[in-house]
Each structure stands twice: as C-alpha cells, then as structure tokens.
C-alpha cells in the first residue's frame, strides 16, 4: 500500500509464488526481483487505506467469518506433560472466574508427534477432559502439521498406508525417480529413546523418522485428509477448531533425506537469491527439494521451485472444509504459512516468535497488517515468557485488540507455567478484571469481524494509552 503526497492511497499487488524480494527506493518507486513466475501486476486505485482493503479484498476473496467464540481468550503451551496439567489449569481458571473460552494442544498430545494420534500414556484422558471442557461451554483446538510419519509397521498407521494406496505424497518427476521426496519433521522412529542432551541435528539424524508431504493440489489429497480428520473426530477426540503448523512446508533437513537433491541442480541453487539469512543454502533450506514435482488438480505437473509459497494456501481450504463437514458448525483454521486469499478460509499465527516482551511491539505490528493482508483473525505467541508485571501489562492491552488474544509459551526449566493463574490470587484477580473488560467489547468486535466478512473492511483500532 502507498500512501500519496495528496494524503491518497493506492495499492500494488505482484501475484506470484516464486521468491522474491521487494526494496522500497526513496524516488518514490519499488523494485520487484522475482526468481522465476508469472508477473501479474495489479494496481488497487482507492483513493482511502480502508478502500484499498476493501477492493483488494473483493478481488481475492472476502475473509472468514469465525466463530464467535474465537474471540474470546485462549491458552496454549507447547510443553505439556500430560492431561492432568491441563486439567489444572482448567480447574485453577474456573476456581479464579477467568474468562476462557478456548483450550489447545500442541504436538504433546500425539504419539511421537504423529498427526492422528494419540499418547494412550501421557494423553489417555483426554478424550474424556476434552468432552468434559465442551459440555460446559469450552472449545478445544488440536495441530496438524501436515507431514505424515513413514517408518511404522504396515497395518499400523492408517494415515500413512492410505496416504500411500490414494497416492496423494509429493514424489519426484517420474524421469528422475519414482520416489517419495522424503523429509524429516517432529515424528519420532518407533521403539527409539530420544536422548534430547544431544545437539539438534544429531537428534534429527538419529531420532526423527522419515516423513511424506502430501499435494494439497490434488482432489484426492484433500478427500483422504477430509477422512482422517473426521476419523479422528468420530473415533479418538472431538474438536471445535484446527491449528495447521510447519506447512511452508517446513523439515529439518535440506531438500530431502541425505540432502542430495535430484534433477536440475540450478533449480537447487539459482543464481540470483533473496536476501535471507540461509541465502547461503538455497531455497531448499530446511524444505523440500525444489525440483519436488507436484500435480494440479488438472493434471498439470509443476516443480515445486514455482509452488513452494503456495503450499500452506493448498493446505489451508481441504483443513477448513474438513472441519465443516466434520462438526458442522463453523468453527475456526489457524494456519502459519499463508498466500493472498488464505483468509477466505483460516485465520493466522505469526508463528514461533519468541513470546518475549521485546518482541510484543512486532507482534502488534504482525497483527495490524495481516488485518490488511485480508486475514483480520490474527494472533501471535503473546503474553508467555514474560514475568508478573509484563503479563499484566500484555493482559490489558489484549483489552482492546481487534485479534484473537492467543496466549501461548514453551515448556522450560527456568520458567515452567506462565498463565493467568500462575501467580497466585492477586494477579487472578487482574487478569479477571482484565478480561472481563475486554468481553464486554466482543459484540463490537465480532461486528468488525463481519463488516470484513461481508465488505472487505479492516479489523483495526488504534491503542490508547495512558
């Protein structure tokens, strides 16, 4: 977006999936420097911000209407040891009378990260917690991620093995392999012990199991994981929402297992690269091959070179569709990879942020310009690694946020729970305070969210200070 001399604005869109750069000159002028694609330009006229928005947004594609309870607080940890911390913490915010409407679970709640899972161990009541929470008016939020473990036993993960038989797993140009492009994610092998003293890419090499990413592209990708997903509604645990993680698609290796791409190596490593810190490595870093070759669902074969950017936008409407016919309530999509037109389906998370107070600032900044991205349901990993004074602070600003406050932190030694009940009653009481007041405005503020829905406008406020 430009904002003119004559206080006018105007908007510039370059639609296209390859990477890229963009530098703003002083002259005034921009410079595109795309490493491949189509260049479709298209100029929004205006001539006010919020009518920039709106006719962006009518050009891609109005954003969802969430559910209204997805504007009402909500706690994550990834780091939980159990359902019994889980309960806790349930139990605690209902003795305090805080105000909490939404509960998740990262990659804890699974068997050795696998998606579809369950830790009959750690995670045994789960179900019944989770059906617990839902009858007394909580909703529950799982992750996906959207790589499949490859090396269990045959007849043992339904995922894998029909993944396999509807053939939906990005595999190689069949002139260069009829293989899987194999990554490694958070899957664990089975029957391993992971030893975390060990650095990062010993435990990768030694622990991770191999992983497929499935073609979104594909009709039959997104009917086999329609399947899965109210499979596991129906069979193992109910939920109201999903969260969609690591669909870059992220891996913790370089382009595949082995890191030996096959194919075109200049593809592999162009001679032109965007300015990031893993320049150095090509955009294979930690992702997959991009001579990775992908269907679409008119049959036309693509590399994954010139789709990389699109597929969390290919993973995001199979998930939201999945979740509407599995519930048959609206409910809400989180995704973190996003694409224009993304938020006709799903809300954002910026992603691993450190949930620091030096990094609130760049989270609100996050925020308020997903809301012009067309994608207003945002929020960020908040109000987590800060300490009693800091939190309350966050507490109130999340008052008046037109985002969904998304408190969420990690699991460590140093600081193990941070939470509206972590520090005792004095502090229950503020975020009760707090909360309360920032309840009282979601009738205005699911009336913003609709005004997106229906017109296009944006779900932005200024913050006032003291």
């Known amino acids: 977006m430009g904002l003119e001399k004559s ?26 420097r795309t490493i491949g694609g ?26 969802v209407l969430p559910a209204y309870w997805s ?15 889980i309960a ?21 709640y699974m068997e050795r990260q696998m998606d579809f899972t369950l830790d009959k161990e750690n995670f045994k009541g789960m179900p019944a917690l989770v059906d617990r929470m839902r009858a007394e008016g909580m909703r529950y939020i799982f992750i996906l991620d959207p790589a499949i473990a490859a090396n269990e036993t045959k007849g043992s993960y339904p995922a894998f093995d029909t993944g396999i038989e509807k053939d939906v797993f990005i595999k190689w140009p069949p002139k260069l392999s009829d293989d899987i492009v194999w990554g490694k994610v958070w899957p664990d092998y089975p029957n391993v012990d992971v030893d975390n003293s060990l650095d990062w890419d010993t435990q990768v090499k030694l622990f991770r199991a191999f ?14 994981w329609g399947e899965q997903i109210k499979d596991y509604y129906n069979n193992v645990m109910k939920f109201d929402g999903l969260w969609i993680d690591m669909n870059e698609p992220a891996s913790f290796v370089h382009g595949t297992v082995g890191e030996k791409c096959l194919g075109d190596q200049t593809l592999e490593n162009p001679p032109y690269m965007p300015p990031l810190e893993s320049m150095h490595r090509g955009p294979n870093h930690k992702t997959m091959c991009m001579n990775s070759e992908q269907i679409l669902d008119d049959g036309t074969r693509v590399k994954h070179y010139d789709v ?9 409407k199979p998930t939201y569709d999945a979740l509407l016919s599995t519930t048959g309530k609206r409910g809400v999509v989180i995704t973190r990879s996003t694409y ?16 620091r107070w030096d990094q609130l600032l760049k989270s609100i900044i996050g925020m308020m310009e997903f809301s012009i991205f067309g994608i207003p349901y945002t929020g960020a990993d908040i109000c987590g690694f800060f300490n009693h004074a800091e939190y309350e602070m966050c507490l109130r600003w ?9 408190s969420r932190n990690h699991n460590t030694i140093d600081m193990p729970r941070q939470d509206p009940v972590a520090w005792g009653s004095e502090f229950a009481a503020v975020s009760r305070d707090v909360l309360n007041i920032r309840y009282t405005l979601l009738p205005y503020l699911y009336t913003l969210m609709y005004e997106a829905h229906a017109h296009g406008n944006t779900v932005v406020r200024p913050l006032l200070h003291e």
Not at 398 to 406: D, N
Request: proline share 7%; glycine share 8%; net charge negative.
């Open 7 to 32: 206080k006018n604005a105007h908007g510039v869109l370059l639609l296209n999936s390859n990477a890229m750069d963009v530098t703003i000159l002083p002259t005034p002028a921009l410079t595109y």
């Open 38 to 63: 189509i260049l479709d330009f298209y100029m929004v006229m205006g001539p006010t911000p919020e009518v920039v928005v709106q006719q962006y947004t009518e050009m891609i594609g109005r954003p």
């Open 340 to 355: 224009p037109s993304s938020g006709r389906w799903a809300g954002h998370w910026l992603g691993d942020n450190y949930s």
């Open 88 to 108: 806790d913490l349930y139990n605690d915010m209902k003795a305090a009378k805080i105000p909490y409407d939404v509960q998740y679970a990262d990659i804890d």
């Open 211 to 224: 992983v497929a990413f499935p073609d979104f592209f594909k009709k039959s990708t997104a009917e086999w």
């Open 398 to 406: 999340m008052q008046l946020g037109a985002f969904y406050p998304f």
């Open 308 to 316: 990389h950017n699109l597929y969390g936008w290919s993973h995001t």
């Open 71 to 85: 504007l009402g607080f909500q706690l994550c940890r990834y780091g939980y040891a159990n359902d019994a911390e």
